[in-house]
């Protein structure tokens, strides 16, 4: 399958600063991704859907302004968390797919960003 | 509106014993379901989907599923577990007309030898 990588793998940055995240698509192009943020022991939360050349789509209750998204090129996302405080602390995790090809339903995960925030 | 249940916060099965791990869809149209697995720390690795055709799917790993539309299930099985297919299992379904995927709140796997 098609590879997404995500990078840091974890970040430990203090309070009030802002941490961005990566996600890249390595071989092919990610028309649309998502961020997802996931609570211990809990399920994916969709956080926003970006696409390629737009603006993200924010899910109901997401602060746009605090998570900042931009899709620049169809194999970059980039997710920044501004102003971070420590309940943003959590595992952060993109997917990517590219709805163009056939087999588009499938989305490929990175592997994940432990942010803490002291 | 769209939804995915898992009833079972965890399931424990003994090594060679077949495995079946639940889940429930509520989606308007005909659905397209997909079971991911997660290891600790890490992203989500696909395993297996139903778009259409066949109502018994074969993924990864041994694992299959089969949709039934009139139970609006897609239960995850495997007929022999391994204690490494102990995780965090994902069950998650996208309707027709929408790029969004819903998961539901998982099920850990604990297979013992």
């Known amino acids: 399958g098609a590879v997404v990588s995500q990078h840091p793998s974890w970040v430990i940055c203090k309070s009030g600063t802002s941490v961005k995240i990566e996600c890249r698509s390595l071989?092919?192009?990610?028309?649309?991704m998502f961020w997802y943020r996931q609570f211990p022991k809990q399920s994916l939360m969709l956080m926003a859907t970006?696409?390629?050349?737009?603006?993200?789509?924010?899910e109901q209750g997401v602060e746009k302004d605090k998570f900042l998204i931009n899709h620049a090129s169809l194999t970059l996302s980039t997710l920044t968390v501004t102003s971070a405080h420590p309940e943003d602390s959590s595992f952060y995790i993109c997917?990517?797919?590219?709805?163009?090809?056939?087999?588009?339903?499938?989305?490929?995960f990175g592997q994940g960003t432990r942010l803490t925030v002291v | 509106a769209q939804s995915v249940a898992q009833p079972e916060d965890q399931v424990n099965v003994a090594e060679g014993n077949p495995l079946t791990v639940k889940c429930t869809y509520s989606?308007?149209?005909?659905?397209?379901l997909f079971w991911y697995v997660q290891y600790p720390n890490r992203g989500l690795q696909f395993l297996l989907k139903?778009?259409?055709?066949?109502?018994l799917v074969k993924g990864s790993y041994g694992f299959e599923a089969e949709f039934n539309k009139s139970q609006t299930s897609f239960h995850l099985k495997k007929p022999s577990a391994l204690v490494s297919d102990s995780a965090l299992y994902f069950c998650?379904?996208?309707?027709?007309?929408?790029?969004?995927?819903?998961f539901g709140t998982g099920t850990r796997l604990q297979v013992f030898p």
């Open positions: 997917s990517a797919r590219d709805l163009v090809a056939e087999q588009g339903l499938e989305a490929f």
């Open positions: 071989d092919f192009q990610a028309t649309t």
């Open positions: 970006s696409n390629e050349g737009s603006k993200a789509t924010y």
């Open positions: 989606v308007s149209g005909n659905p397209y």
């Open positions: 139903y778009i259409t055709g066949d109502n």
């Open positions: 998650a379904s996208q309707s027709y007309n929408t790029d969004k995927l819903i």
